[in-house]
């Protein structure tokens, strides 16, 4: 038990999760669901927490794991990372341990004694050692407070972070039915929850639900233009200095775009399943201790990654579904501090997704599923209507427009696309269905612009009686007509070429029994103007800094960085920059009041007060006006680059891509 040795705590009882919550971790109350969990697991129930990333899912086995007595026993796929999570539980004085693959023989020996001794609060485990027999002996010669089931849906075997070693948890209560197991995951569709409940057999265990809405991460999906830059100003314009991740579909674009951000002076690393592993372990490693560094990565990268001031996601390739782009985007802010997840995404996205598709070597089943998914993805790309209402309706919640989104913030106009739709039509049913002739998006807008290029007089395309009709609108609204009709499933592409084919309700529209409704892009948003609407999102989002405590911030976090240095440890291990910026709002002038703030538990007041003091006291006289929490975040300051961020959306108008990225045939 953690209790005895922080003292003046003797009793287990039930309300000893709020003191253990504030004393150990510094915070002052239990976020939504949390103190229901932890009561319920406390009182020795079985249960499943769905929970958004950064909603708090560690708190809800960590507290009871310091409350019920014996050792909580955590089953995480995250061996990378275990050494991070049991140091960060040290620096708060928790008694933590785990057993890898990475330990030597005498650090097992260590730790498996520790264990038995009942030395241990919390006890990390990778999921293949409760396969091997040793290990449940040895569980079997102490006391186990709970079994937390950590990423729980890495049991379900059609996800894509299926472990094999999930499958074998199930024999933990048969072993231990006394031992309460509490599955915690992101994940939240309700195939998946159905999954985890028959695979782990908790049926019996009560399910909380949480709401997966992320009030600070402001959604954003822009038209590609020249996509890296436009992510070059993305980063330079509104997170300069910031932590962050950048996704991309293939390995080499990684590493071009890794190297293209270095080449324009932001720090940046690699990291895909093609690295190997001790550059990825490295890589991984340096963004979670360095401050402000960006992760250029394929999916490979994030799961478990806790770093808490992540600021922004980009994606500059389409995810292949909503639950993916939820879980990537989600890594954005788990502080709760104001984060940006921001995609591009354009014509070349749809071809090359729905193109992967029809090329996969999987079964129709599984088409049918990527498609599905896929379309769920584009329809949230090509909405009109708010992003985080259509994010939360796909998660079965609803939600009122937030604020907070693109599409809340530069409300996009729709336009009757019908005509233009048959255009397009006409040309492909003209091109596949008269001529038998396979071609792409490129071509059916050149024959529509009346362009006559030198593929155009070589097939005689300028004979068609769709020659030149579309010259009322631009290229680039014509890729846009061309994307939103392959997202929409009214055309389609085939083979290695990408051709342009018809579908089944092709022939609706041009038959004039169907209207086509389509997006008018907006002028983009930029930067944020975060009071932009009262409702549910913005109102909801933690404050930012006032403007006078931003010097004594620096200073913190100067302080913070040499500390981490020192001890070799992320710099958010020691304080997150949310108490940071408490700190320097509230500018505490005793150990007491330093002690309120929330972050500030008891093993960091011993370990930091003093010093924490003496840079308030240095950092300039305490103004007793200012506020810890002052009421509502106005616009963004970053605090880091010290460039100012502009307000307001701009104004230019941008088509679709001329150039895609790495395009062949388009
Ligand atoms: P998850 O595992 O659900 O992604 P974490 O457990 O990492 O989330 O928590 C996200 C962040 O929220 C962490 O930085 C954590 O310290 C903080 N946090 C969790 N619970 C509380 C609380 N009750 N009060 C204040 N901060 C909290
Ligand atoms: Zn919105």
């Excluded at 009560?206 to 993305?234: C, M």
């Excluded at 995404?345 to 749809?350: A, I, K, N, T, W």
């Excluded at 038959?511 to 909801?540: I, Q």
């Excluded at 010093?611 to 007793?624: D, K, M, N, W």
Aim: charged share 25%; aromatic share 6%.
């Amino acid at each position: 038990m953690l209790l005895a040795s922080i003292g003046g705590m003797g009793s287990t009882e039930h309300g000893d999760a709020l003191q253990v919550l504030q004393r150990v971790f510094g915070y002052p109350e239990f976020r939504g669901d949390q103190a229901a969990i932890v009561e319920h697991v406390i009182a020795g129930g079985d249960a499943l927490v769905l929970m958004p990333t950064g909603g708090g899912k560690s708190l809800c086995y960590q507290v009871p794991a310091l409350v019920r007595p014996g050792t909580g026993v955590v089953i995480s796929p995250l061996i990378a990372l275990m050494q991070d999570q049991v140091d960060a539980l040290r620096a708060l004085g928790v008694r933590a341990g785990f057993l890898n693959s990475s330990l030597s023989w005498d650090e097992r020996r260590m730790v498996e004694a520790e264990f038995v001794n009942g030395e241990l609060d919390l006890l990390y485990l990778a999921p293949e050692r409760l396969t091997s027999e040793a290990t449940l002996r040895l569980l079997e010669q102490g006391e186990i407070a709970l079994f937390a089931i950590d990423e729980a849906h890495c049991v379900s075997q059609w996800g894509h972070d299926f472990r094999p070693d999930y499958l074998s948890l199930t024999h933990l209560h048969e072993r231990w039915p006394k031992v309460p197991r509490i599955a915690l995951t992101a994940t939240a569709t309700e195939a998946t929850r159905k999954e985890i409940l028959t695979r782990l057999e908790l049926g019996e265990g009560r399910q909380f639900v949480s709401s997966f809405d992320r009030p600070n991460i402001q959604y954003r999906i822009v038209g590609k233009k020249e996509p890296k830059k436009q992510l070059l100003d993305l980063l330079r314009g509104e997170h300069p200095g910031d932590a962050g991740i950048v996704y991309c579909l293939s390995r080499a674009s990684v590493e071009k775009t890794a190297e293209f951000l270095v080449a324009n002076g932001i720090p940046a690393l690699p990291y895909h399943a093609g690295l190997d592993g001790s550059v990825r372990q490295r890589n991984q490693a340096r963004f979670l201790r360095e401050d402000g560094l960006v992760m250029v990565a394929t999916i490979a990268f994030g799961m478990g990654i806790d770093k808490p001031d992540v600021r922004f996601v980009a994606h500059l390739d389409l995810p292949k579904s909503v639950e993916g782009y939820y879980q990537e985007t989600g890594r954005a802010g788990r502080d709760g501090l104001p984060s940006t997840a921001w995609l591009a995404y354009g014509l070349q996205d749809v071809v090359q997704q729905r193109k992967m598709i029809e090329s996969s070597e999987g079964d129709l089943a599984f088409r049918r599923r990527s498609q599905a998914h896929l379309d769920a993805m584009l329809a949230l790309c090509e909405t009109v209507s708010c992003r985080r209402t259509r994010l939360l309706e796909y998660f079965n919640e609803s939600g009122v427009p937030c604020g907070n989104c693109d599409t809340c913030l530069s409300p996009p106009e729709s336009w009757d696309g019908t005509v233009a739709a048959q255009k397009v039509l006409s040309t492909v049913y003209r091109l596949r269905k008269e001529r038998n002739q396979k071609f792409g998006a490129g071509q059916a807008i050149d024959i529509l612009l009346g362009r006559k290029t030198a593929k155009v007089i070589q097939f005689d395309h300028d004979q068609l009686s769709t020659f030149g009709i579309g010259e009322d609108l631009t290229e680039g609204e014509w890729r846009g007509v061309v994307r939103q009709l392959l997202a929409q499933g009214l055309l389609a592409v085939e083979g290695e070429y990408s051709t342009l084919v018809l579908t089944e309700a092709s022939a609706e529209v041009l038959g004039r029994k169907r209207e086509v409704k389509m997006r008018k892009d907006p002028a983009p948003v930029r930067s944020t103007t975060r009071t932009a609407s009262s409702s549910s999102g913005a109102a909801k989002v933690k404050v930012d800094l006032p403007a006078d405590a931003g010097p004594l911030y620096e200073a913190l976090r100067e302080w913070r960085a040499a500390q981490a240095r020192e001890q070799g440890m992320p710099a958010y291990v020691i304080f997150h920059d949310a108490t940071l910026k408490s700190i320097a709002a509230s500018r505490p002038g005793s150990l007491a009041a330093l002690g309120a703030v929330s972050g500030v538990g008891q093993a960091k007041l011993t370990k930091y007060g003093e010093q924490i003091l003496e840079v308030v006291a240095v950092g300039g006289p305490a103004s007793p006006a200012a506020p810890a929490e002052a009421p509502k975040p106005k616009s963004r300051t970053t605090t880091t680059g010290g460039a100012a961020w502009g307000s307001g959306a701009e104004a230019d108008e941008w088509p679709e891509p001329e150039e895609p990225d790495e395009s062949a045939d388009w």
